[in-house]
């Protein structure tokens, strides 16, 4: 039975180890980090086994997950590469930003592959894109497909787009729009519940509709603000304060904090 090992045990982790647990996954989970509170916490939620030691979990690796910070990555990796026998070792690196060249340089004898997995594989709803160094051979990389799209969807795509899709997919939103829409919606008058579940009825439900039914956006689109209408007076005043503008300036900005994280 194979062996997954991840390295940080902190909420990227705890989601995906929900999702495959969900998912009914087969196989050993271990997970390694230096706090001993949160592999407390992760052997509590979880059918896990933990282990402190970074050497003595790389060494029952099938398949690394590297889970920590981006800061934390050059580290982490030179302690890695530090370990016996790293040139048998798959490892997956989930730090937005840091790119494969960095990946290899420190961890030379590791075949290396890049994911970016959505929170939200905790119900095995997510959405992971994945890259890989071209040195791995056709095996792992249906290695790694398979392990992700146990959460979820997999998309494989050129490493030079992973920083815009990252910017892009994270649901963080639509939590933002979420909240955003809801306080406009009190502020007019509608107690919390009902602003709550009047803005997540026009995100969330629409968004399911429309993946549902096939039809195309800008159709949608049309049929729910039909001109005259209070949905296209609402859309054409956000238009006009700059909503386009704000939402490329958000995805830029993004964009701009990853590529500063592969710089240090």
């Not at 647990?21 to 509170?37: C, F, K, M, S, Y």
């Not at 994270?170 to 829409?181: N, R, W």
């Not at 700059?242 to 904090?257: M, P, T």
Request: include cysteine; charge should be positive; proline fraction near 4%.
């Amino acid at each position: 039975m194979s062996t997954t090992v991840f390295v940080g045990g902190g909420r990227i982790t705890s989601a995906l180890v929900a999702g495959i647990e969900l998912a009914g996954h087969q196989g050993t989970i271990v997970i390694h980090d230096r706090n001993p509170e949160k592999l407390r916490a992760l052997k509590r939620d979880f059918a896990i086994t933990v282990e402190p030691d970074l050497q003595s979990a790389v060494a029952m690796a099938n398949l690394l997950i590297l889970a920590v910070r981006p800061l934390a990555v050059a580290e982490t990796v030179d302690a890695i590469a530090r370990c016996p026998d790293v040139s048998r070792l798959l490892a997956v690196s989930l730090a937005a930003g840091i790119p494969l060249k960095k990946l290899r340089r420190r961890g030379s004898r590791i075949r290396w592959a890049r994911a970016l997995p959505s929170p939200i594989c905790r119900i095995g709803r997510g959405l992971t894109a994945v890259t890989f160094a071209r040195n791995l051979t056709s095996r792992d990389r249906k290695r790694v497909r398979n392990f992700f799209e146990q959460v979820g969807p997999v998309l494989e795509m050129p490493e030079n787009r992973m920083d815009a899709f990252n910017a892009a997919y994270s649901p963080a939103h639509g939590y933002h729009a979420l909240e955003i829409l809801a306080k406009a919606a009190q502020d007019n008058g509608l107690d919390a519940k009902m602003a709550m579940t009047a803005g997540a009825h026009a995100l969330a439900d629409a968004i399911f509709y429309w993946r549902e039914s096939g039809q195309k956006l800008s159709d949608l689109l049309h049929e729910a603000a039909t001109p005259g209408g209070t949905s296209a007076a609402t859309l054409a005043a956000m238009d006009a304060e700059g909503y386009r503008k704000v939402i490329e300036g958000g995805l830029a900005a993004g964009i701009r904090q990853a590529r500063a994280n592969a710089r240090r």
